[in-house]
């Protein structure tokens, strides 16, 4: 049975040195500027030669789906993969494959072979490489920094992705200008070469001992599960499918905004959030509600939006999306750093994962319905509705938390004992039940049975698919924990899962506790029917 004292908090000491002071941290983030820079630039580029191919809103709108629909197909597997295999050669092998993408589609426009279909088609080949690596990337800024510095390099990786958004269309708009669409494709390939090279040559982590193997089926699974049950993440998801899905209107309909001046526009987002990430590494020790930063930050881009949509001219429109772009960058650093520290090193990649599926969906999803509301009300009506959901969602997610996790929370505590077994079974042996059995003094049983339905929700977080509380009814004072794990390495996992938060949750049930008594665990494995001899 789990034992040990209480863990006592303190603030994390400051570290030495900014995040791209660590040559880790720096490789990865020169490379994943240099691929966001690709990405934008495809962007700008497909959404230019869609509104030359066929310039409806709803096939505009579809670029943007193209783009950001594989990170809600392919994202949960990419996390789970990257927990489970070597980062860095998931990193090469994503980047090779959308420098493939990004070839195909230069050799298809400069033979003309090029359509609304197949641009819309590569686009999501180079979305599905881009999605892929991001699980990998994101995990990755906590192998490469302390923790001290994990917020200020979350907030960096939002520099750089927003730093890209306004370099890339820029670059794309001054290439297509000076040379033509095809020349932007051919750039495109050279910084994938670089990315390539950077992760080949600069980055190299150290050999991390390597996880205990589990099927995919039940690492995805696992991921899921975690996230269902840690109550801690569910503020920063809800906030985040309620505000992306309305401001996902903005990104899309921007090129129909003002044909001749998108690259302008989207780069005043894109500055925007650089200036709003610089400005929000320097207040972020002043800060003391995350969640009324968030709230700030939604009726900043509010705001802009409506800017967007009632503007007569882009040099209006321009000056409030770099307000909005620093709101989109407050809004999303914080909540992903919330989401972020929280999560222990065992499903950190594949939660991520999930974080950006909520995110990269309720993008795509959302182009496809601000698109197709648009063909019916006009963009600027379109906008107008999209605003005044993020309004009324703000109202709804009032009553959910947003704070930072800490250190009890993603520290292993490795404090359960010896297992007091005669044969230890094989791995996939199961399913295994486990009993654990309290001695509860009379006064305090309306507590006890309250604080361990919370403890409950931890072991189902961590691998248990059945929990349940009984009350022996021949001793009143007795009371009996039961879960279920599927097999017996699935058990071993889920020990080796806990933190010192839950060793201190399960340390504070003592206090209920009779004088004298501990509790007491057993552990039952399935026994199967025996096939009759013939």
Known sequence: MPSGGQTTLTREPPTSLPPLGYPLFRAVWCAALTANICVWMQNVAAAWLMVKFDPAPLMVALVQTAIALPAFLFGLPAGVYADLLDRRRMLILTHAFMLAATLALYLMQLSSLLGPWSLLTLTFLLGTGSAISVPAWQASTSDAVPRAALGAAINLNGIAYNAARAVGPALAGAVIAASGIN????????????????????????????????????????????????????????????????????????????HNGYGLLLGSLGAGAVLGGLLLNRLRPRIRSYAH???????????????????PNVHLISPSLVLGGAAWISFNSTTSAAFQTTLPAWVRARALAIFMLSFQGSMAVGGILWGAVANRLGVSWTLTLSAGLILLGLLVTRRYPLRMGNEAEVTPSAHWGELPLAQ???????????????????????????????????????????????????????????????????????????????????NDLRRFL?????????????????TATP
Do not use: K
Request: proline share 6%.
């Open 424 to 506: 230890e079974p094989d791995a996939l042996e199961g399913p295994v039940a486990v009993q654990i059995i309290y001695q509860v003094a009379n006064e305090y049983r309306d507590a006890f049975c309250r604080d361990i339905h919370d403890l409950g929700r931890t072991r189902r977080r961590d691998g248990a698919s059945h929990w349940l509380l009984y009350r022996d009814l021949s001793h009143p004072d007795q009371f009996s924990e039961r879960f279920i794990v599927a097999s017996w390495g699935e058990y071993l996992r889920q020990r080796g899962r806990s933190t010192l938060a839950d060793r201190d949750q399960e």
């Open 183 to 258: 020349w932007v494709f051919a750039l495109n390939i050279v910084l994938l070469l670089l990315v390539l090279f950077i992760f080949v040559f600069l980055y190299r982590p150290a050999t991390l001992s390597p996880p205990t193997p589990e099927p995919l089926l039940a690492a995805m699974r696992g991921g899921i599960r975690y996230v269902r049950h840690a109550r801690q993440l569910h503020g920063q998801l809800f906030r985040t499918l309620t505000f992306i899905s309305c401001a996902s209107g903005l990104w899309a309909l921007l090129p129909l905004v003002a």
């Open 293 to 311: 930063l968030a709230t700030a930050a939604n009726l900043i881009f509010v705001a802009a939006m409506l800017t967007a949509a009632w503007a």
């Open 514 to 530: 009779q004088p004298g008594t501990s509790p007491t665990i057993s552990h039952f494995l399935v026994v199967a029917p025996l």
